[in-house]
Nanobody
C-alpha cells in the first residue's frame, strides 16, 4: 500500500510563508500526476496545485501567484512553496495522485495561518 508522507506544516502569520514537502515511492512519482489537496473540518477536500512528470503545473485560482509547486525527482518529493499566506489557507494539506486514490491518503500536515 502506497502512502504519501507530508511534512512542513506549522503556524504562520498572514503574509508569511511555509514550505510543504511530500514524499512517496519513485514509481508513484514517475507514473502519476501529483497534486496537493487541502481540507478544512466540515468542508470537502479541495485540490490546490498539481504537477505532471514533465513539469507542467496547474493551480487553483485561489492560490495562483502565491503558491508554487515543484518536484525533486532525485528525492521523490513534491514541494509546495506557499507565500503571502492568508487566514483562509488554514487547513490540513495532503498529497495524492490526480485523480486521488483512497488508499494513498497520508496523515497530511496542518497549516495554521493566524496572527
Amino acid at each position: 500500500q502506497v502512502q504519501f508522507v507530508e511534512s512542513g506544516g506549522g503556524l504562520a502569520q498572514p503574509g508569511g510563508s511555509l514550505r510543504l514537502s511530500c514524499s512517496a515511492t519513485r514509481t508513484i512519482f514517475e507514473k502519476y500526476v501529483i497534486a496537493w489537496y487541502r481540507q478544512v473540518p466540515g468542508k470537502q477536500r479541495e485540490a490546490v496545485a498539481m504537477i505532471a512528470g514533465d513539469g507542467t503545473t496547474g493551480y487553483e485560482e485561489f492560490v495562483k501567484g502565491r503558491f508554487t509547486i515543484s518536484r525533486d525527482s532525485a528525492k521523490n518529493t513534491v514541494v509546495l512553496q506557499m507565500n503571502n499566506l492568508r487566514s483562509d489557507d488554514t487547513a490540513v494539506y495532503f498529497c495524492n495522485t490526480v485523480p486521488p486514490q483512497n488508499d494513498y491518503w497520508g496523515q497530511g500536515t496542518q497549516v495554521v495561518v493566524s496572527s
